[in-house]
């Protein structure tokens, strides 16, 4: 299984936006259902692996241009780095939606838990995952979870 490690107050503003975003870009699935998006982080897989708001209009790059803005996880900037890591994640791209403000089986939002963990002193978002499975969790730099 791989853990990569994503700067949580960078998550945290990316979620923010899609929090206060008016209209959310649709999921594959959401256009496959026909349903409505709500916010969301995306997990995507391409050029790099990275979270990103679905909130519309786009969150831009902090330091301007036209690029949107994105936290990579730490190590996978690029497609090769993706690809190098392709046997223990699947080959493919991807986009998947991470809902924030949907209740996880304990009863807390994904917005909640990343709020939580940045007034905690918490550092990282982790997402560990395989070709068959993902888990969140956050962290400290010392290897505190929760």
Not at 14 to 19: G, L
Not at 29 to 45: K, M, Q, S, Y
Request: proline share 5%; aromatic share 6%; charged share 20%.
């Amino acid at each position: 299984m791989i853990q990569l490690r994503f700067a949580l107050r960078d998550v945290l503003a990316v979620a923010e936006h899609a929090i206060a975003a008016a209209d959310h870009k649709p999921s594959f699935v959401n256009t496959l259902d026909g349903t409505t998006p709500t916010p969301a982080l995306w997990f995507v897989g391409d050029d790099g692996l990275y979270v990103m708001s679905n909130g519309l209009p786009g969150q831009r790059h902090p330091d301007g241009g036209d690029r949107l803005h994105v936290v990579y996880a730490d190590g996978y900037r690029t497609a090769m780095s993706k690809h190098a890591i392709a046997n223990e994640i699947g080959g493919d791209d991807f986009c998947e939606p991470l809902s924030l403000l949907d209740p996880q089986p304990n009863g807390d939002t994904l917005h909640a838990r990343l709020t939580a963990g940045v007034a905690d002193g918490l550092d990282l978002l982790i997402i560990a995952l395989d070709t068959t499975s993902m888990q969140l969790y956050l962290a400290d730099d010392q290897g505190a979870t929760r």
